[in-house]
Nanobody, 121 residues
Framework: VQLVESGGGSVQAGGSLSLSCAAS????????MGWFRQAPGKERVGVAA?????????YYDPSVKGRFTISRDVAKNTVYLQMNNLKPEDTAMYYC???????????????WGQGTQVTVS
């Protein structure tokens, strides 16, 4: 499974950005995809995740709930993260992840993208 993120960039506080993550390869059976972020000197933490099968249950870290929205396009094997009302503390490298188990916001996903930088000033 290969994951390619896009959509990062720089924005002022209060602004919005949208991230995309396209999965390719042996994607049949992927159950969950998520977005994680890692700021310099800090651990990687789960931001949002979505079931890619069934009803598409979503999971959010409390720090982003109400500001970030994760969604999916099953036909395109793509997951999106819409980030609104961004804050400087949202600055981090954002990584997409996928797994064949519903890992929700756990960091033990098997497949990871290269990351895309989000900077909020």
């Amino acid at each position: 499974v290969q994951l390619v993120e896009s959509g990062g960039g720089s924005v002022q506080a209060g602004g919005s950005l949208s991230l995309s993550c396209a999965a390719s390869g042996s994607t049949a059976g992927i159950m969950c995809m998520g977005w994680f972020r890692q700021a310099p000197g800090k651990e990687r933490v789960g931001v949002a995740a979505i079931r890619t099968t069934g009803g598409g249950n979503t999971y959010y870290d409390p720090s982003v709930k109400g500001r970030f929205t994760i969604s999916r396009d099953v036909a395109k094997n793509t997951v999106y993260l819409q980030m609104n009302n961004l804050k400087p503390e949202d600055t981090a490298m954002y990584y997409c992840a996928a797994d064949f188990v519903n890992k929700q916001l756990a960091r033990s996903y098997d497949y990871w993208g290269q990351g895309t930088q989000v900077t909020v000033s």
